[in-house]
């Protein structure tokens, strides 16, 4: 037998060891001392970020606001970023299941583990719609919590910005009144130019692409008469398009949909009913505050108006 | 494109869903009181495969250098030397049942199981560390290397239906699967850097055969000997710089270190022993583009392998019967020597469609392919070029086809062959997450 230790085969190898442990020793300093590094899964949670933290918090967006916020990869530039996190906000409720797991686990950061402080996950904080696809036969159940898409409900935001003020003090005691004020400020501001938006549009039936947007009926006088998606995450298919088309003859209505969606479905429907078609981002600029989600509502009621 | 999201009309005719989904929607449950959830995913894979035309089984310089086996263990029978160990026609391939499980604050477990029509295997059962601080985590059990790109992935998350050549042959039918512990770390850095170590117990039949000590034949010893493990170490790095939303891009580099590379071949009258040491290295690249449109269409996905393997071993062939070269235990062949080889491949998938994609792979195996027993053969480079096309109707559920062209170098020469595999994947529960 050759006697053969561990110690000196792989020389080069131990002197590498040697340079990680150094490496670890060495002190990490956040992007600038005192602040809060909070990574949100959406702008839309980035934008609460911002407007509660204002200047002791620095927020990165994983999620281009341009993207469907289901589908994405668990990036290595995510994970980095989750490294160095303090706080993780997501929406939760299963919207980032594909891909948030994932990142989260590969960022070896336990203090964003789900039940520290530094994971915030919104929908812990929400009574949810229900989601259709709890209601369908069969196996579906992405969404058993309910309904993940309450980014386009500025009344749920607004309890999500009261959640996320207390959050941030839990964070920095030192400034947890502040934070309070500004999350109540924050929430008054969601509440009241939500109020002004739906009493300025008169009723309206919808259809939209996906289950993304029906929050709206939460806070707008509209109702979703219908999902141009035969199901969640199933493409329009002709068949289900002249059903709707169908059943929808001879009235009045609008179709909404993302603007990352096809609009194959809403022009064939805009074509055959008559009804306005418009497209409309789900989230506000990766790089918004508040104003930049207010602007988001009045796009979305905006979208609405009879022409 | 990840699609988790578990939808109603996964079963797509190819399984009797109304019988499987009343257990599969319960798939959260709690054990006593404690709150463990336990995810449970199950996926189902069904593989059609027909020889086209017939070219030589096994590339120049790596027959017997695996099992034939693309199953679990049952190899040997099945495979009528052809390539994949696929049978000709239907196949039950790789399917899975995977349990993940969160025990408390400190660990998450993982236990996946394989299955095909007449067998059963662990194929990863580990625990996770998930509160060491500073970047660092531990992983301990039988789990799939971290080295190089698509080792540590599971079939249904390939973009073929077959394991690149380069993995197959130099790590084997399951790559490189061992028990052992992985140390890792993950830098505080703006550039994705992870580093990591595995000790490995080394018993990967490709770059970590172990025989163990072998009884004297005649008073004559064998030159196999005892050694304990962990006889494997592994290492491996990866970079993934933060390109902005539509691309993304990982670099790995990789290697691994068997202090013990055993092998036994019975001949007619006499055992051929070697004992040495094996060492292998190899580079990854993966580039994601996507497009922002919806259903896949318009991402590109570039993955790229390499991998170098070298054994190097003492030669010593003993006689366990009497022939004309001299009695039992009369030993001969007394040499050293060492095996190079190396293979590649490179692919692409394009999305060209909504929920369509078409991708091509071009491999290369033997680039270097130098074998020193006896006076030594340099073998030639064997070749293998695959397209197929991809169709996702629901997103737990994608059928692929595919054909693939074998070029592989043999005894009189190459010869080419032309084989087509269809397959059908369902995953069903609470399927986790992918990696990037």
């Known amino acids: 037998m050759q006697p053969m230790s561990w110690i000196h085969f792989p020389s080069n190898f131990a002197r590498w060891l040697a340079i990680a442990a150094l490496l670890l020793l060495l002190p990490f300093s956040h992007p600038t001392a005192g602040e809060l590094n909070v990574v949100a899964t959406t702008s839309s949670l980035g934008a609460l970020a911002r407007e509660i933290g204002g200047d002791h918090v620095s927020v990165r967006v994983l999620a281009p606001p341009d993207r469907d916020a289901h589908y994405l990869d668990a990036r290595p530039s995510f994970m980095a970023a989750l490294r160095r996190a303090d706080l993780l906000l997501e929406m939760g409720a299963g919207l980032e299941e594909g891909w948030l797991p994932a990142a989260a686990r590969g960022a070896a950061n336990p203090a964003i583990n789900i039940g520290r402080p530094g994971r915030f996950i919104a929908a812990d904080f929400l009574h949810l719609r229900r989601s259709i696809t709890m209601d369908e036969p069969g196996m579906g159940h992405v969404h058993a919590e309910g309904n993940p898409h309450f980014n386009s409900d500025p009344l749920r935001m607004a309890e999500v910005a009261v959640a996320l003020g207390e959050r941030l003090g839990e964070l920095m005691p030192e400034r947890a009144e502040h934070f309070g004020a500004r999350a109540r400020q924050t929430a008054d501001r969601l509440e009241q130019h939500a109020r002004e938006l739906a009493a300025q549009l008169p009723e309206r039936r919808i259809v939209v692409y996906h289950e993304d947007l029906d929050y709206l009926e939460e806070w707008l006088p509209v109702t979703v008469v219908g999902y141009l998606e035969p199901s969640p995450g199933v493409p329009p298919t002709a068949r289900h398009l002249q059903r709707l088309v169908d059943e929808l003859q001879n009235t009045e209505g609008s179709v909404l949909h993302a603007s990352f969606q096809p609009d194959r479905g809403a022009r064939f429907l805009e074509r055959h009913l008559g009804w306005p078609r418009a497209d409309v981002p789900l989230d506000p600029p990766a790089d918004a505050a508040l104003d930049g989600y207010l602007e988001l509502m009045s796009t979305w009621a905006g979208a609405l108006q009879p022409q | 494109m990840q699609t988790h999201r578990i939808m109603r009309h996964a079963g797509a005719g190819l399984l009797a869903s109304a019988f499987l989904s009343p257990t599969l929607v319960a798939s959260q449950w709690q054990i006593g009181d404690d709150h463990i959830g336990v995810d449970v995913s199950l996926i189902l894979e069904g593989v059609y495969f027909n020889t086209l035309s017939r070219g030589n089984d096994e590339p120049a310089g790596f027959e017997g250098g695996h099992d034939h086996g693309h199953g679990h263990g049952h190899d040997h029978g099945h495979g009528h030397g052809h390539s994949h160990g696929f049978d000709e026609g239907f196949n039950l391939g790789h399917s899975e049942l995977v349990f993940e499980a969160r025990l408390g604050e400190l660990l998450d477990g993982t236990l996946m199981i394989g299955f095909d029509d007449d067998h059963l295997e662990v194929e990863e059962a580990y625990l996770t560390t998930r509160t060491l601080p500073a970047g660092l985590q531990v992983k301990a059990g039988k789990f799939l290397s971290d080295i190089g790109y698509i080792n540590s992935r599971h079939p249904h998350d390939w973009d073929f239906v077959d394991r690149p050549l380069v993995n197959e042959y130099l790590f084997g039918d399951h790559g490189l699967q061992e028990t052992g512990v992985q140390a890792t770390w993950l830098a505080p850095t703006e550039t994705y850097t992870l580093l990591g170590v595995e000790l490995l117990q080394g018993t990967n039949e490709n770059v970590a055969n172990f025989e163990g000590r072998q009884s004297a034949l005649n008073g004559q010893n064998r030159i196999l000997s005892d050694a304990s493990g962990p006889r494997l170490v592994t290492a491996f790095a990866k970079f993934g710089p933060d390109l902005g939303p539509d691309q993304a891009l990982q670099l790995g580099v990789s290697g691994g270190y068997a202090r013990t590379f055993q092998k036994t071949d019975e001949h007619s009258t006499r055992f051929e022993d070697w004992d040495g040491s094996a060492w292998f ?47 039992i235990g009369f030993v001969r062949n007394v040499q050293s020597f060492k095996n190079k080889q190396d293979g590649i491949y490179l692919q692409g998938v394009y999305g060209f469609a909504p929920r369509w994609e078409a991708g ?30 991809t169709f996702r109707p629901t997103e737990p559920v994608f059928l692929r086809a595919q054909l693939n062209q074998t070029d592989f170098a043999g005894d009189h020469g190459s010869d080419r062959g032309l084989e087509f595999l269809f397959q059908v994947n369902v995953a069903l529960g609470a399927h986790g997450a992918h990696r990037f």
């Open chain 2, 360 to 389: 091509l792979r071009l491999e290369a195996l033997g680039l270097t392919n130098e074998l020193g027993r006896g006076d030594g053969t340099k073998e030639d480079t064997s070749y293998r070029h695959g397209a197929q096309v």
């Open chain 2, 281 to 327: 290295a190899g580079l990854d690249a993966v580039y994601k583009y996507e497009s922002g449109r919806a259903y896949g269409h318009g991402n590109w996905r570039l993955q790229s392998e390499y991998f170098y393997r070298e054994i190097d071993v003492d030669r010593r062939d003993v006689n366990f019967a009497e022939d004309d070269n001299g009695p």
